[in-house]
């Protein structure tokens, strides 16, 4: 792992890590983050694991189920719901 310095901007320091990942699953990576408007693709990445550390209790159902609500939400099959009130039904 290698260690990248901050220029002082009040940020913590960041380290590098190193994943492998299958080219399918990194183009599918790659579309959500433009998609949904992320800065770039370090940055999605650091979300999903920030809400997975944050709600380690979601399991791979709930995760799947929100998923769910947010394409009916997207494709106009369902009434739109914000993301915290999907995430306060599963609790």
């Known amino acids: 792992m290698s260690r990248t310095n901050t220029d002082g901007g009040g940020e913590p320091e960041k380290t590098n890590i190193n994943i492998r990942l299958t080219e399918s699953f990194l183009e599918d990576i790659d579309a959500t983050w433009h998609e949904e408007g992320y800065n770039s693709r370090s940055e999605f990445i650091r979300e999903a694991l ?42």
């Not at 159902?61 to 739109?80: D, F, L, N, Q």
């Open 50 to 91: 920030r809400d997975a550390v944050r709600h380690p209790d979601l399991t791979r159902k709930s995760w799947k189920e929100i998923a769910a609500v947010e394409h009916a939400r997207r494709t106009g099959e369902s009434e739109t719901f914000s993301r915290e009130e999907v995430l306060e039904e599963d609790e």
